[in-house]
């Protein structure tokens, strides 16, 4: 094992379910995309993720990447396309994420809207580190901070001056998430899984106001939504995935974020759940996070249970819409067979939190 950076992020080959002719979207591409090469255009896929399907374009020696939503019964507002091509427009100015490059509402070429965007070569670090790779303890610390600070970064971006005030609404943002996501579970709820009914009265009982410093927030901030340096594997040179993206509260953006941040001293059952590799040795605890993050901002967090409960509840809503669409056969992606346990799992942690909560 060496302490080096994890290999470039691969496309793969493309899911049956998932598939289309790229030949169809080549003349799009060539009209909104100049001294674009003449063809064949290459077609992979990406393994990661778990809502919008991400796709690999290689024409000549150019790679792009290609966002598409998947088949399948849609949660109310997920999914935009459009929108998620607009925040990219004008945030890429201001703040690393990709560029975008062609958005294509026409759903008669591969069955779907989609956009284009150019391709960050990097790393991005899943589930666990590739074989072969490791981080020492000090890499693994600066690795967390890195990925930290550039959460903040994105809060403390001054919105206004970037021109990006009507990106979302922050008064009320609070108070809209929590009655918003329980409406999303109820329109999904399966006969397996648990009821969320007591940590939805227990986020109402004890609801924070909205922060007196909204921001513009990312809604789905971890390891697999960043691309790091392929020079180091330390340093995010960009952050993907902006479907959620708004204007709101910056400590909900946190508590989702921990959500998905499970220790090495985490149980067994949530270590069953991980999708990053946050338990490697020298990685902050979810405690240090929250700590570091107080510090940077100047942003007390005296509720911190709330925000990580909200942020877990969340997440539980987000799996059982995907696995709502596995159980009505839209999608016949094996892996999310298991997002049933994923669901139950996070609603036995959300119970531990309130538990033990002075809140």
Known sequence: MTDIAAPLDTAGTVRDENAFD?????PFLKSQIPDLADGPLELRQFPGGASNLTYQLTVGSRQMILRRPPSGTKAKGAHDMGREFRVLERLNPHFACP????YCEDSSLIGSDFYVMDKLTGVILRRDLPAGVQYSPERARQLCLNLIDTQIALHELDYQAAGLSDMGKPAGYVARQVSGWSERLARVITDDIPSYDAIIRWL???????SARPAIIHNDYRYDNVVLSPDDGLTVIGVLDWEMATLGDPLLDLGSSL?????AGDPPEMQAIRMQPSNIPGMLSRAEIIRHYEE???RAIPNADWYYVFGLFRLGVIAQQIYYRYKLGQTTNPK??????FVTVLAQVCERVMARSPL
Request: proline share 10%; no cysteine; charged share 25%.
């Open 22 to 26: 790229p030949a169809r979207i080549l």
């Open 99 to 102: 560029k975008p490059l062609a």
């Open 204 to 210: 109402r009982d004890h609801m924070p106001a909205d």
């Open 259 to 263: 959500a998905y941040w499970v220790e």
């Open 296 to 298: 940077k901002t100047g």
């Open 336 to 341: 999310f067979k298991a997002f049933g346990l």
